[in-house]
């Protein structure tokens, strides 16, 4: 077998190949482009686990029997035109369970072809992403701040409920920065509330690039931003923090059009479980952190 590049690797033995399979922990479907209605010929553990359906009972059906009333028919109609042209593709289907419960699977079709250039097969990758439809609901149903475009404090008391209860379920550490700014009352006084407006949609969009996309950044209060960051250890929140922390420093380094007065910014950060077992709880811890930072900044200056 040659790869891209043209080196020449060494052909796989099937049974190795139906063990990898067997053993990767990503729902993944084979269908049989040339029989009539695309029947699945494969699925492996973890798609069983996922659709609680059986191996037996799916086999040489099309995988249609996972949606249901509410699935959307335009989503499904673009998944059926992508496999008539035998175009990768890529969708969130409402799908329902063996036990009738329903979930939003995240579908990726990849057309598989022949060395002769025909597609034989399609593979499906199959991901459960009704955690981040949820949440996606929840932030627009909480409602937008209207100058940042951030969601609000509301919106992130409910994106934080369910962040500790994921990470609870998966045994994993979350993240939670609180930024406070210093100077922006100077510069509102001085300069006019525009000059400060136009600082703080200069952090909103600052925070929203530094952090990774998934991560959550609201902001909390007039001055105040909260980032939720989700799926790290400690050291990794370490690193974000101090990413966060240059490059606000970096952004707010810039003069900010209309003002001589600095902006600067104080972060606090709690961590998911040691320092908090609620939302609420982790939001208080990194404002304390936060606060306890800008007073020995504050006694650095005057005392330096
Ligand atoms: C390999 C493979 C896996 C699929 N997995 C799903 C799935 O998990 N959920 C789903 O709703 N549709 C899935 N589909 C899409 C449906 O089988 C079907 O192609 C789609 O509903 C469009 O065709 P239809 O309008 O004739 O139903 C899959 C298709 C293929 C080929």
Known sequence: VSTESGETVAELPVWVMREALASVGIA?????????????????????????????EVIGKNCRFLQGPKTSASARRRVREALENRRPTRARLLNYRADGTPFWNELSLVPVRHSSGEVTHVVGLHRDVSMDVERERALA?????????????????????NAVQAAAGAGQALAVVFIDLDGLKEVNDHFGHAAGDRALVTVARTLEQTVRPGDLVTRYGGDEFVVLVERLD?????????????????????PIEGTERSITASLGIALYPEDGESGDELVRKADALMYSHKRSRQALRKNP
Do not use: K, W
């Open 28 to 56: 993944l479907s084979i269908a049989d482009m040339n029989e009539p209605d695309l029947p699945l010929i494969f699925v492996n553990p973890a798609f069983e686990a996922l659709t609680g359906y059986p191996t037996h």
């Open 141 to 161: 149903a909480a409602g937008r701040d209207e100058l940042t475009d951030l969601p609000t404090r509301r919106g992130l008391r409910q994106a934080l409920g």
């Open 234 to 254: 400690r050291r990794e929140a370490r690193t974000v923090a101090e990413r966060l922390q240059s490059d606000l420093a970096e952004a707010l380094a810039q």
